[in-house]
């Protein structure tokens, strides 16, 4: 089971849209440019000025995957080991989202295959975007 | 007297900056150490202000210079392994009582400040120049040889000192909590460990070059061997133990493709060395040994995970910007000893040198030749973090001590020391320095 999410004023868009099942990432709007994780300011022009949240298509691809057997959080620790991807999303594949791969076995990632967007439950009942593999 | 951090002036960031104003006019010439410990016991002889204090007087009598000599100091304040002071516990009263306190009561516990350390070491009576280093000693190495190139102090000591606390590595704090942050969470909710980014990307070279983590292993066995000749080291002094094929072939995972060897151990340490000029070395105690150049990766991924692409980019950069200021080219390194605390890093590192004219996706193949300190192609002669314990600062004192030939038992024997580099941690952030036996 996930932890739970405090969203704090700076993430708050990007949990209440996942609570809302929309997955929405950090835009510069003059740079014209995604950022994830969101930052205070954009990493292309440096200003925070132009940054808002645009939507996301939900498709990406698996770029790569860790297996995790030694996870640090208490919470995650019944469900070890368990895959760790990293997913590169259509949209722009230079944004990264991690994922668990929901339904996909342990160490047998298909490296490259297509995945759509899911919503999972955390520990405070907060939705939190995850990642399926597209059969 | 206010201590700040280095400005960004002070590092060589960028390509094309030409061979560095100070080559050859700055050197090493004393190295000191306070011993290791798994955790601290808490007491007062044993805390990171008391270790770092003996490391500071260990450098100054190698250097054989008198305390009021120095006057200059670099220090990295931050000094965790990744344990932090419990919010809920107790301060330890008998430790802060046993020095001269500063208003902060963790100020040599759980970090570091110049103003402590003066404070307990009335003997530095002539420090005119102090600044801090970020994080690590590689870093502070960058700015002391800035620093005294620069003039701004001629003889200064620079210091990264470790505290590790009781407990379990990272499993305290927000990691033990039912519900975290939102910054955080964007990050961190996946549970992914430390080494798991650095697993990533080895996972990727892997599929690319063909390689598998079993190719690892001489590199590992040959870590813990010259690590285990390393007095001053964590497994030398307390489990003198080699490492066996299958120690690590069959070893836990932790973030597959990393295993437990392909974490460092966190401990208790600090490691001090003397700089100073060129003329003045010349009666010092030690050899001089002389910095070349010293050169700054402050790179930042696009995304969440650095990918493999970015790493080789970078490291690749990385390489000609150590040459380039040092006026050498690969052909002139006797030996590396660059980052390995994570093992995987270093493939990485060694490959984006060009060191012994290997390219991306070489070094696994490089690593089952003859990579021993006998051979003609030594890697990590230091044994590194993997060798000693988590200080990333090991690669220096043996680069030091091998151009000094005093290596001991590491001393490379297949080829002359004559120029090393040392330097990391991440391929995208790390800070490097070239160091020489002569100083043209
Ligand atoms: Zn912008």
Redesign the interface.
């Known amino acids: 089971m996930?932890?739970?999410?405090?969203?704090?004023d700076?993430?708050?868009p990007?949990?209440s849209a996942a609570n809302e099942s929309k997955l929405v990432i950090q835009n510069c709007s003059k740079c014209d440019r995604l950022?994830?994780?969101?930052a205070q300011d954009c990493?292309q022009c440096k200003s925070g000025d132009d940054l808002g949240w645009k939507e996301m298509s939900g498709t990406g691809r698996i770029?790569?995957?860790?297996?995790?057997?030694?996870?640090?959080?208490?919470?995650?620790q019944d469900d070890q080991?368990?895959n760790?991807a990293?997913i590169?999303l259509d949209d722009d594949p230079?944004?990264?989202?991690?994922?668990?791969l929901p339904g996909t076995a342990v160490?047998d990632v298909p490296?490259g295959a297509p995945v759509e967007l899911v919503f999972e439950e955390?520990?405070?009942g907060q939705k939190?975007p995850e990642w399926k593999v597209v059969n | 007297m206010a201590t700040g951090y280095a400005p960004s002036s002070m590092y060589r960031s960028r390509e094309g900056m030409g061979i560095w104003e100070h080559r050859g006019k700055v050197a090493a010439v004393g190295v000191g150490h306070s011993p290791t410990e798994r955790r601290w016991d808490e007491k007062p002889e044993t805390s990171v202000g008391a270790w770092s204090i003996m490391a500071l007087r260990n450098a100054i009598a190698d250097a054989g210079v008198s305390p009021d000599q120095v006057d200059g100091i670099v220090i990295v304040p931050e000094t965790t392994t990744g344990a932090f002071w419990p919010e809920d516990k107790p301060l330890p009263q008998d430790v802060i009582n046993a020095f001269v306190q500063t208003d902060d009561p963790l100020d040599g516990i759980a970090k570091l400040s110049v103003e402590w350390l003066l404070k307990n070491m009335p003997e530095l009576t002539n420090i005119k120049y102090s600044v801090y280093a970020p994080v690590c000693m590689s870093n502070a190495l960058n700015v002391a040889a800035q620093v005294v190139g620069d003039g701004l102090a001629h003889t200064v000591l620079v210091l990264k000192a470790w505290h590790n606390l009781q407990g379990r590595?990272?499993?305290g704090g927000q990691?033990?909590?039912?519900?975290?942050?939102?910054?955080s969470?964007?990050?961190?909710?996946?549970?992914?460990?430390a080494c798991?980014g650095t697993?990533?990307q080895f996972?990727?070279y892997c599929?690319k070059y063909g390689k598998d983590h079993d190719m690892m292993t001489p590199f590992i066995i040959n870590s813990r061997r010259n690590g285990l000749m390393f007095p001053e080291g964590y497994w030398a002094q307390h489990r003198p133990e080699e490492l066996t094929p299958e120690d690590y072939q069959l070893a836990?995972?932790?973030?597959?493709?990393?295993n437990l060897f392909d974490n460092d151990i966190p401990i208790m340490c600090a490691a001090s060395y003397l700089f100073t000029t060129a003329e003045r070395a010349k009666d010092m105690k030690q050899k001089p040994v002389y910095v070349l150049n010293h050169a700054d990766s402050d790179a930042?991924p696009?995304?969440?995970?650095p990918?493999l692409d970015e790493v080789e980019a970078e490291c690749a950069l990385t390489g000609r910007k150590i040459y380039e200021g040092a006026g050498i080219t690969a052909a002139d390194l006797s030996f590396e000893n660059m980052y390995d605390g994570f093992t995987q890093f270093h493939q990485f590192h060694i490959e984006g040198l060009g060191y012994r004219g290997i390219g991306f996706g070489d070094a696994l193949d490089f690593y089952q030749t003859d990579i021993s300190i006998e051979g003609p192609n030594p890697v990590s002669p230091s044994g590194g973090n993997i060798g000693s314990g988590r200080s990333r600062f090991w690669m220096h004192t043996d680069s030091i001590q091998q151009l000094q030939g005093r290596a001991g038992g590491r001393q490379i024997t297949g080829v002359n020391a004559e120029i090393g580099v040392s330097g990391g941690p991440m391929p995208l952030g790390g800070n490097y320095t070239v160091w020489s036996a002569t100083p043209d």
Request: hydrophobic letters at 40%; a positive charge; aromatic letters at 14%.
């Open positions: 996930k932890q739970g999410v405090i969203p704090d700076f993430t708050a990007f949990w950022q994830h994780p969101p990493g770029y790569n995957y860790g297996v995790v057997h030694d996870c640090p959080i208490r919470l995650l080991p368990f760790v990293v590169m230079g944004i990264q989202m991690y994922s668990h160490d490296v955390s520990a405070n939190i | 590595y990272y499993q990691n033990a909590q039912d519900a975290i942050g939102g910054t969470a964007i990050r961190s909710l996946w549970g992914a460990p798991y697993a990533l996972a990727e599929r836990r995972w932790i973030a597959k493709p990393a930042v696009r995304g969440l995970t990918t």
